[in-house]
């Protein structure tokens, strides 16, 4: 009885300790289901297959999509702060008007993504990904104000340079720092 109504408890204070639901679809077969509108904070989705999944409007702060496949998934709106989207395919994606800010998505593969009005604001992006959705950044995020473009600091060539350690025209150690 006592679980019974500590999970009672759990479920009307919205998840463990009130802080999202933390539901569980790790290397779950998922592909087309309908999660929009949701509160999916601290949700797991780990190795899961979430294709053409509808997250819009979702809030998924915190959530798991390490090794997910999301391809063809709408996050438009979506609320993917701190989120852990390492080695995720996310190819053809809808993630307009999308917060990804302090998310991590090392790895992962955004090709032909719709990132209009995204904000990527300390998100940890492969430069590789980031100059690629540089080319056709647009827009600003509805939500916070802040443009893709300089979310993803498309404009800065010096941080291109300087991000790349090998390369001869980015900020050089002297020898008396050595």
């Given at each position: 009885?006592?679980?019974?109504?500590?999970?009672?408890?759990?479920?009307?204070?919205g998840?463990?300790?009130?802080?999202?639901?933390?539901?569980?679809?790790?290397?779950?077969?998922?592909?087309g289901?309908?999660?929009?509108?949701?509160?999916?904070?601290?949700?797991?989705?780990?190795?899961?297959?979430?294709?053409?999944?509808?997250?819009?409007?979702?809030?998924?702060?915190?959530?798991?999509?390490?090794?997910?496949?999301?391809?063809?998934?709408?996050?438009?709106?979506?609320?993917?702060?701190?989120?852990?989207?390492?080695?995720?395919?996310?190819?053809?994606?809808?993630?307009?008007?999308?917060?990804?800010?302090?998310?991590?998505?090392?790895?992962?593969?955004?090709?032909?993504?719709?990132?209009?009005?995204?904000?990527?604001?300390?998100?940890?992006?492969?430069?590789?990904?980031?100059?690629?959705?540089?080319?056709?950044?647009?827009?600003?995020?509805?939500?916070?104000?802040?443009?893709?473009?300089?979310s993803?600091?498309?404009?800065?060539?010096?941080?291109?340079?300087?991000?790349?350690?090998?390369?001869?025209?980015?900020?050089?150690?002297?020898?008396?720092?050595?």
């Amino acid at each position: 009885p006592a679980m019974a109504d500590l999970n009672k408890y759990e479920a009307e204070v919205g998840g463990e300790f009130g802080n999202g639901t933390a539901l569980q679809f790790g290397e779950a077969d998922i592909a087309g289901r309908d999660f929009s509108k949701q509160d999916l904070r601290r949700s797991n989705f780990t190795a899961a297959d979430c294709r053409d999944c509808n997250f819009k409007n979702a809030r998924l702060v915190g959530a798991y999509f390490i090794k997910s496949v999301v391809a063809r998934a709408n996050f438009e709106n979506a609320d993917l702060s701190d989120t852990l989207m390492d080695r995720a395919v996310i190819v053809d994606a809808n993630l307009r008007n999308a917060v990804l800010q302090r998310g991590v998505f090392t790895r992962s593969d955004f090709s032909r993504s719709d990132i209009y009005g995204a904000d990527f604001t300390n998100a940890l992006v492969d430069k590789s990904q980031q100059m690629m959705m540089c080319k056709y950044a647009d827009g600003v995020n509805a939500v916070t104000g802040v443009e893709t473009r300089k979310s993803l600091n498309c404009n800065s060539r010096r941080q291109f340079r300087a991000s790349t350690p090998s390369n001869p025209d980015g900020p050089q150690v002297s020898d008396e720092e050595k």
